[in-house]
């Protein structure tokens, strides 16, 4: 098989709605060391970070719709500011690689999601609607 190890996915194909910040960001604990050690990515050897983040796909189940994307970076990312008005940060990713894998508790297809870095979204260029991606249309 050509695909071999974590999967590049961009941020638009994963989000294709969105998605935005829904808590804090937090060292990603090491469960195979004492203590409280933070876990570090075992390719790069960066230190890993999560957050928790909101798909805004309004077709998800409320259960699917909170997903943890892994932040492999040297210091603690920061969030980029709230937008005036709105309840939540939207944010993007950059560097994305998916990692599927086998749940062990139900024996599912899960997937875990790392990125690089972490931003604001990026304007839309003219004629492409900001949430999708997708060309807008004229009346």
Known sequence: MAIQGP???SFALLFPHGCYLVGEISKARDFDAKGDAQAKDKTTGLPIWQVPVMDADPTL???QKTVTVKLLAAEEPTAPPPLPGLP???VEFDGIEVRPYVHQATGRLAYSITARAMRAPRPAPPGKAAST???ATAA
């Open 7 to 9: 999967i590049p996915i």
């Open 61 to 63: 189940k409320a259960a």
């Open 88 to 90: 939540f940060t939207p």
């Open 133 to 135: 991606g997708k060309e």
